[in-house]
């Protein structure tokens, strides 16, 4: 029966590996007691003979109401059981050991193994010739090779057949023992005849023609063993055994390492579930971590935004009464030189009260950093909930026996909020990218406004309070004073001035001299600072000439560091004499109101 005509390529894929399991032995299909047995079916104590377990598998690999697995199984099943040559029961490792036609052979009788035959007298058409012509010759015994003998260098007309070592080349090897005897032409017949015999003569070989001395004996003890069928049916029996032995121990070994993988799957599945638990909680505690900081944020938020609005409306009066008073100096015609310098000192109070309502506007910038941290904050936990959900997406992919809809359903459900996550995170980083531009123009804006600041502080006269808090300093800029207090100490009086100027102008170049960078980086706390070098060359010439000039230098090239680290000329800033710094907007916006309410308290005063 042809079972590939069907075109089921399923059967046939499951049919190839369960023949090779067969062809190899793994799966059994004969008794201990000879019969056969169906491996695949449940009815462990139905025993059949080869012909009926060979016509049970065809049936069942050739019937259309059988699933796919179990056709192919007796397919493959009928396959193997064809091979096998009919046998009796038992015949599995002693097949056939005595033949009727030849009563005598007895399990004890000794026979050349590999099972081989002689034959003399050869025909005349195959001397000299081939031997594989007189294997083709005698083929229906299935021969494997032909020896043919050679008696002193010279061929005879005998050779010796071989048949191989399982049992069907011994049943070959008898039938050809047969095939002589019932024509008259066995082995006691050529003992008779000998020179009179003129047809071939063939006979399995023995113990006797083993042990006989010539040139057939040699080639059978060359090529050859003695050996008895109780022999090699125990040798069959002992290698059988040992097999069965060894793939027990195997399926042994087998069960054993599934149980450690099942121990270890266990282990980590129960690790991985307390995992995920300890993540949900550190989640959950997170998010509450941040909804509080969220609130503490937006209701501080709120305050400064109040606080900001009531001081620009505050602002914004004063402005409007600046304006006021500017129209009604307009109206009078009485001391213009009076008039002129009220109007200017106005205009400075309007332009620092600009300059604080940029200051105000910096403090609402502060507020939107403020904003744009929580941003920040909500961007991480966006992160930090992506990062999560893919982690438990992944394990739930990797989960064996999570094929069922329930946990399709939920895998698909994880899938959607990941995407709506990553949507969000989108957002957030467009909307910070946003944010950062603003961030970049109010820079700007600000930078803009301390400039207008400082050339408005810079046209007004320095007070002695005023220097003491804020002003305009010009930063990098070397004090003369200091050079001239040390050459009037070392040169006459008449050389002190020409030589003070001339070493603090060499002593300015330096400064502004790019080249010139006489700092190091030191690591503090584990953070890289710089700080001055003082092994450099010219710092150290610096020190012979006086502390005092050395101090001066110093100083002045920290300032720079610290107000400009990449400018080296002088420039004006703001700076806080009390501190010794650069000021910052808010104090500037701060000095601008002081001096707005000064000016307005003692014009209150002038005109009482």
């Known amino acids: 029966m042809d079972y590939t005509s069907d075109g089921d390529s399923e059967v046939e894929a499951y049919g190839s590996g369960t023949f090779e399991l067969l062809e190899s032995g793994d799966l059994q299909v004969m008794t201990d007691e000879g019969l056969y047995r169906c491996p695949f079916c449940s009815d462990e104590d139905k025993d059949h003979s080869l012909n009926d377990l060979l016509q049970h598998a065809s049936g069942v690999g050739a019937a259309h109401d059988r699933q796919a697995k179990e056709k192919a199984d007796h397919r493959a099943l009928a396959r193997h059981l064809k091979g096998k040559p009919a046998e009796s029961p038992g015949a599995r490792l002693q097949p056939m050991l005595i033949d009727v036609q030849?009563?005598?052979?007895?399990?004890?009788?000794?026979?050349?193994?590999?099972?081989?035959?002689?034959?003399?007298?050869?025909?005349?058409?195959?001397f000299g010739k081939s031997?594989?012509?007189?294997?083709?010759?005698?083929?229906?015994?299935?021969?494997?090779?032909?020896?043919p003998v050679y008696s002193k260098g010279r061929p005879t007309r005998d050779a010796v057949f071989e048949f191989g070592n399982d049992w069907s080349a011994f049943?070959?090897?008898?039938?050809?023992?047969?095939?002589?005897?019932?024509?008259?032409?066995?082995?006691?017949?050529?003992?008779?005849?000998?020179?009179?015999?003129?047809?071939?003569?063939?006979?399995?070989?023995?113990?006797?023609?083993?042990?006989?001395?010539?040139?057939?004996?040699?080639?059978?003890?060359?090529?050859?063993?003695?050996?008895?069928?109780?022999?090699?049916?125990?040798e069959g029996a002992n290698k059988t055994e040992k097999l069965l032995s060894n793939l027990a121990c195997k399926v042994k070994e087998k069960e054993i390492y599934l149980e450690q993988l099942e121990s270890e799957y266990n282990k980590r599945s129960a690790s991985l579930n307390i995992m995920m638990q300890k993540r949900e909680q550190q989640l959950q505690s997170y998010n509450q971590e941040i909804l509080k900081m969220r609130q503490l944020g937006q209701q501080n938020t709120q305050r400064i935004v109040e606080q900001n609005r009531k001081l620009r409306y505050d602002m914004q009066d004063m402005a409007d009464a600046l304006d006021a008073r500017n129209k009604q100096i307009e109206q009078s015609e009485h001391d213009k030189k009076k008039l002129e310098q009220e109007k200017l000192k106005n205009a400075m109070r309007t332009?620092?009260?600009?300059?604080?309502?940029?200051?105000?506007?910096?403090?609402?910038?502060?507020?939107?950093?403020?904003?744009?941290?929580?941003?920040?904050?909500?961007?991480?936990?966006?992160?930090?909930?992506?990062?999560?959900?893919?982690?438990?997406?992944?394990?739930?992919?990797?989960?064996?026996?999570?094929?069922?809809?329930?946990?399709?359903e939920k895998i698909d459900k994880l899938k959607e909020e990941l995407n709506e996550k990553i949507d969000e995170l989108k957002y957030a980083e467009n909307y910070n990218q946003d944010l950062i531009s603003r961030e970049r123009k109010s820079s700007d804006e600000l930078r803009e406004a301390r400039e207008v600041l400082i050339n408005s502080l810079q046209s007004l006269p320095r007070t002695t309070s005023c220097q003491s808090q804020i002003?305009?300093?010009?930063?990098?800029?070397?004090?003369?004073?200091?050079?001239?207090s040390l050459c009037k100490r070392k040169f006459p009086a008449a050389d002190a001035e020409a030589k003070s100027s001339s070493l603090c102008?060499?002593?300015?170049?330096?400064?502004e001299n790019p080249e010139w960078q006489p700092f190091k980086v030191i690591i503090v706390d584990g953070k890289a600072s710089e700080a001055l070098n003082e092994g450099d060359r010219k710092l150290q010439e610096l020190k012979e000439l006086g502390q005092e000039p050395y101090a001066a230098v110093t100083k002045v090239l920290m300032e720079l560091k610290d107000a400009n680290g990449g400018r080296k000329d002088p420039f004006p800033e703001l700076w806080n004499y009390d501190q010794g710094r650069k000021a910052n907007m808010v104090e500037g916006a701060r000095h601008a109101v002081m001096l707005w309410n000064a000016s307005k308290t003692k014009k209150g005063k002038k005109s009482r």
């Open 351 to 408: 332009n620092h009260l600009r300059l604080a309502a940029l200051e105000q506007e910096k403090a609402d910038e502060n507020v939107q950093k403020l904003v744009d941290k929580q941003t920040l904050e909500k961007k991480q936990k966006l992160e930090l909930e992506i990062n999560h959900l893919s982690g438990k997406l992944h394990v739930m992919e990797l989960k064996p026996g999570d094929e069922d809809p329930e946990s399709r």
């Open 471 to 484: 002003g305009v300093k010009k930063v990098g800029e070397l004090d003369p004073s200091v050079f001239l």
């Open 171 to 234: 049943r070959n090897a008898r039938a050809f023992d047969a095939h002589f005897a019932m024509k008259g032409y066995s082995k006691n017949c050529w003992k008779e005849m000998k020179s009179e015999c003129k047809e071939p003569v063939g006979w399995m070989a023995r113990a006797d023609d083993y042990n006989s001395l010539g040139a057939i004996g040699e080639l059978l003890r060359k090529n050859g063993d003695l050996k008895t069928l109780k022999d090699i049916g125990s």
């Open 102 to 126: 030849d009563p005598e052979h007895t399990q004890d009788e000794q026979f050349v193994w590999p099972w081989m035959a002689i034959l003399v007298n050869m025909p005349n058409e195959f």
């Open 131 to 147: 031997a594989n012509r007189l294997k083709e010759h005698y083929s229906s015994f299935h021969p494997v090779k032909v020896h």
């Open 505 to 511: 102008s060499k002593w300015q170049n330096e400064i």
